[in-house]
T-cell receptor, first 114, second 114 residues
Framework: NAGVTQTPKFQVLKTGQSMTLQCAQDMNHEYMSWYRQDPGMGLRLIHYSVGAGITDQGEVPNGYNVSRSTTEDFPLRLLSAAPSQTSVYFC?????????????FGPGTRLTVL | QKEVEQDPGPLSVPEGAIVSLNCTYSNSAFQYFMWYRQYSRKGPELLMYTYSSGNKEDGRFTAQVDKSSKYISLFIRDSQPSDSATYLCAMSARRGSTLGRLYFGRGTQLTVWP
């Protein structure tokens, strides 16, 4: 199993550009989520999904969209990038919402918005 | 006030020392408590998981929860340079009810020098 994979590893955008961060898992996990990690701020939940076709907002959803068309994939879209979105983004998954505490994290995507 | 408070450190100790990492929280509904370890430029990985109050031991690691004081701790005995990482505490209110919402501390950066 590859676990949770994220692409790209690094990305530089200009203000106003859009892009999609990819996340995939091969563990047949129901629950997937996106976090951002900023210095001194810990991990903050952006969006999450409890299954294909079901998504919901987390703590800091503004400026981001998600969709979950398959169990395996959970892409995060930045609609119009802003410097405040410079961060490290982590995707995570767990077997089900009843076991969401044992989340498996991907390696992260480091995003810089100029 | 953040729901979970954690001193970011940094904490620097010699090899073999006993390390104590702590978090406090304000939400009395939290019942599940976790410690994640994050190596530099990697995703967090689950280290310890406890439910409600009490102690849990796993090798050199001991997790303690004191719900009456809203205080959790992670102890590392005989610390090794390989323990150098950022340690994040996380907690959740109830399996399933918040759809897997984890609340993270900011993380404590630990360095164990030989």
């Amino acid at each position: 199993n590859a676990g949770v994979t994220q692409t790209p590893k690094f990305q530089v955008l200009k203000t106003g550009q859009s892009m999609t961060l990819q996340c995939a898992q091969d563990m047949n996990h129901e629950y997937m989520s996106w976090y951002r990690q900023d210095p001194g701020m810990g991990l903050r939940l952006i969006h999450y999904s409890v299954g294909a076709g079901i998504t919901d907002q987390g703590e800091v959803p503004n400026g981001y969209n998600v969709s979950r068309s398959t169990t395996e994939d959970f892409p995060l879209r930045l609609l119009s990038a802003a410097p405040s979105q410079t961060s490290v983004y982590f995707c995570a998954s767990s077997y089900s919402t009843n076991r969401a505490d044992t989340q498996y994290f991907g390696p992260g995507t480091r995003l810089t918005v100029l | 006030q953040k729901e979970v408070e954690q001193d970011p450190g940094p904490l620097s100790v010699p090899e073999g020392a006993i390390v104590s990492l702590n978090c406090t929280y304000s939400n009395s509904a939290f019942q599940y408590f976790m410690w994640y370890r994050q190596y530099s430029r990697k995703g967090p990985e689950l280290l310890m998981y406890t439910y409600s109050s009490g102690n849990k031991e796993d090798g050199r690691f001991t997790a303690q929860v004191d719900k009456s004081s809203k205080y959790i701790s992670l102890f590392i005995r005989d610390s090794q340079p390989s323990d150098s990482a950022t340690y994040l505490c996380a907690m959740s209110a109830r399996r399933g009810s918040t759809l897997g919402r984890l609340y993270f501390g900011r993380g404590t950066q630990l360095t164990v020098w030989p």
